[in-house]
């Protein structure tokens, strides 16, 4: 089966830094991505893994644990514009369907 | 590069008509189309994938009498909700993958459409 968890919501403060976290069980691997979605509006990419280790994308990283199934995203010096939901989503076996996590919340406070 | 275009980005319609929401891709083309739905805090649910040129693969629980999907050309797929009730109300997203994307190619997506039905 598939399954993707990540924490519904999560509260950081302006400047902060926050990291989310995504955990994923699927049927296979061929990737990982991170998304970020404003509410009413489609998602926009943010960063890709395949391999284990840390991608780094200005004030955004991401982690991979391939043996562990797991992810996070990392904010720094977090912004207003930071609040969004974001998504994790696992590309299967195949490398035709992606598989969506719940997505977490963020709201970033002055 | 990689522009999908949606429309409309937002419809009311009243229930039992049908509603046609239409996903093209500008720039590039498309060979697998994905469509998703989205209720209110909840996240991307995909509906049905489509290959351009054959039927396409509806995921468990999705009517494919009621969501007609067709991805006739390279550029287009359309998904029709027909015979609307107010729990077809969502947030409908598209999203596209071309002949050049490999597999660490983010999926392009559409702006997505609104649907209300009254």
């Known amino acids: 089966g598939q399954n993707i968890d990540q924490p519904t919501e999560m509260t950081a403060t302006e400047g902060a830094i926050v990291q989310i976290n995504c955990t994923y069980q699927?049927?296979?691997?061929?990737?990982l991505f991170w998304y970020q979605q404003h509410a009413g509006e489609a998602p926009t990419f943010l960063s890709y893994?395949?391999?284990?280790g840390l991608e780094e994308k200005g004030r955004f990283s991401s982690f991979l644990s391939r043996s562990k199934g797991y992810s996070y995203l990392l904010l720094k010096e977090l912004q207003m514009k930071d609040s969004a939901s974001y998504l994790c989503?696992?590309?299967?076996?195949?490398?035709?369907?992606?598989?969506f996590g719940p997505g977490t919340r963020l709201s970033v406070l002055p | 590069g990689a522009v999908v275009s949606q429309h409309p980005s937002r419809v009311i319609c009243k229930s039992g008509t049908s509603v046609k929401i239409e996903c093209r891709s500008l720039?590039?083309?498309?060979?697998?189309m994905f469509w998703y739905r989205q209720f209110p805090k909840q996240s991307l649910m995909l509906m049905a994938t489509?290959?351009?040129?054959?039927?396409?693969?509806?995921e468990q629980g999705v009517e494919k009498d009621k969501f007609l999907i067709n991805h006739a050309s390279l550029t287009l797929s359309t998904l029709t909700v027909t015979s609307a009730h107010p729990e077809d109300s969502s947030f409908y997203i598209c999203?596209?993958?071309?002949?050049?994307?490999?597999?660490?190619?983010?999926?392009?997506f559409g702006n997505g459409t609104r649907l209300t039905v009254t």
């Open positions: 720039d590039f083309q498309a060979t697998t």
């Open positions: 989503a696992v590309l299967d076996n195949y490398g035709q369907n992606f598989v």
């Open positions: 699927t049927s296979g691997f061929n990737g």
């Open positions: 489509s290959n351009e040129g054959s039927k396409a693969t509806y």
């Open positions: 999203s596209a993958r071309g002949s050049r994307d490999r597999g660490n190619s983010p999926l392009h």
């Open positions: 893994n395949v391999l284990d």
